[in-house]
């Protein structure tokens, strides 16, 4: 039913910019009509989510909801887009207009089908944000002493004696525990992505709403890992280390306890929950011992 709701919708935003796109002037007539299709098809459009049953689970549902909120906007966007135009003239705004509803109607066809298929996609998502932001912290330490040598030139600040964009050695041993938790951020995503495709079912309403709640939780470790990225640059205050690692290890355990109790661990997986669950104990107790100072 969306995918027709959306195929209707790319159809009349066909029709109405060529409506629009030169002489002879479109009659008032004609526009009133097309005015209507244009409505109506909308109208389809966001009937058709509200028909999806929350039931189905919220996660599958907000992705079918940014779907359609995508292409409501790009219908507005072409409307806007003619109306500032000049009437004998098809305006660059307004083909790329066009376009950007076409490429939102399209995207039905790669909307998730069931919930485990849209927790698979979040989860998916959230694993590659992750992964950028380890490689990019890698990617810093093994650059040298210096963490801005790529955005900060010699010529741009003159004398490079401020030890306020540098690593110490004391700052290094703690983002080697750092790093750990960024990386065990990594396996768990990684583990619980693997378990959701293999035995992740939207059969039953309890199996639905556990999804959501490993969805929930795991779309909190990316902000996490970001927060914890961005306090490890110099200068270095180790309280906010701290309590940014401390917040990641929280959120950690808590997508590796919901994993544990859910439909998705059957026991021939819980060996690499409490291995992760470790992990995260053993670097963040080594984070603990770093900054015994600061408290």
Same mark, same amino acid.
């Given at each position: 039913?969306?995918?027709?709701?959306?195929?209707?919708?790319?159809?009349?935003?066909?029709?109405? !910019?060529? &409506?629009? !796109?030169?002489?002879?002037?479109? =009659?008032? %007539?004609?526009?009133?009509?097309?005015?209507?299709?244009?409505?109506?098809? /909308?109208?389809? #459009?966001?009937?058709?989510?509200?028909?999806?049953?929350?039931?189905?689970?919220?996660?599958?549902?907000?992705?079918?909801?940014?779907?359609?909120?995508?292409?409501?906007?790009?219908?507005?966007?072409?409307?806007?887009?003619?109306? !500032?135009?000049?009437?004998? !003239?098809?305006?660059?705004?307004? $083909?790329?207009?066009?376009?950007?509803?076409?490429?939102?109607?399209?995207?039905?066809?790669?909307?998730?089908?069931?919930?485990?298929?849209?927790?698979? =996609?979040?989860?998916?998502?959230?694993?590659?944000?992750?992964?950028?932001?380890?490689?990019?912290?890698?990617?810093?330490?093994?650059?040298?002493?210096?963490?801005?040598?790529?955005? *900060? %030139?010699?010529?741009?600040?003159?004398?490079?004696?401020?030890?306020?964009?540098?690593?110490?050695?004391?700052?290094?041993?703690?983002?080697?525990?750092?790093?750990? $938790?960024?990386?065990?951020?990594? &396996?768990?995503?990684?583990?619980?992505?693997?378990?959701?495709?293999?035995?992740?079912?939207?059969?039953?309403?309890?199996?639905?709403?556990?999804?959501?709640?490993?969805?929930?939780?795991?779309?909190?470790?990316?902000?996490?890992?970001? %927060?914890?990225?961005? =306090?490890?640059?110099?200068?270095?205050?180790?309280?906010?280390?701290?309590?940014? &690692?401390?917040? $990641?290890?929280? #959120?950690?355990?808590?997508?590796?306890? /919901?994993?544990?109790?859910?439909?998705?661990?059957?026991? =021939?997986?819980?060996?690499?929950?409490?291995?992760?669950?470790?992990?995260?104990?053993?670097? *963040?107790?080594? /984070?603990?011992?770093?900054?015994?100072?600061?408290?």
């Amino acid at each position: 039913s969306l995918g027709q709701a959306f195929n209707i919708t790319s159809q009349e935003a066909t029709k109405l !910019s060529l &409506a629009f !796109s030169g002489t002879p002037l479109t =009659s008032a %007539e004609d526009c009133r009509k097309l005015s209507e299709d244009v409505q109506n098809a /909308i109208l389809a #459009v966001a009937s058709v989510y509200y028909w999806l049953p929350k039931g189905q689970g919220t996660t599958l549902r907000k992705m079918v909801r940014d779907a359609t909120t995508e292409v409501v906007e790009g219908m507005i966007q072409l409307t806007e887009a003619i109306l !500032s135009a000049p009437l004998e !003239s098809l305006s660059q705004e307004q $083909l790329i207009s066009t376009g950007g509803v076409w490429e939102a109607c399209e995207q039905v066809s790669n909307l998730p089908r069931d919930n485990q298929a849209a927790v698979v =996609s979040a989860l998916a998502a959230c694993l590659g944000v992750v992964k950028d932001a380890l490689e990019e912290m890698e990617h810093a330490l093994v650059e040298g002493q210096d963490p801005y040598s790529d955005i *900060m %030139e010699d010529e741009d600040l003159g004398f490079r004696g401020n030890r306020d964009t540098y690593w110490s050695e004391a700052d290094r041993k703690l983002l080697s525990s750092c790093m750990g $938790l960024m990386k065990a951020s990594k &396996a768990c995503l990684k583990k619980v992505l693997g378990v959701v495709k293999a035995y992740g079912k939207a059969d039953s309403p309890e199996q639905i709403a556990q999804l959501d709640d490993l969805a929930d939780i795991a779309n909190e470790i990316s902000p996490s890992v970001d %927060e914890l990225a961005l =306090s490890m640059y110099p200068p270095v205050n180790e309280l906010a280390v701290r309590l940014n &690692a401390a917040k $990641l290890a929280s #959120v950690l355990k808590k997508v590796l306890e /919901i994993t544990k109790t859910s439909h998705v661990c059957p026991p =021939s997986e819980e060996g690499w929950v409490l291995f992760l669950t470790s992990a995260v104990d053993h670097n *963040m107790n080594k /984070i603990k011992n770093f900054t015994q100072g600061q408290l």
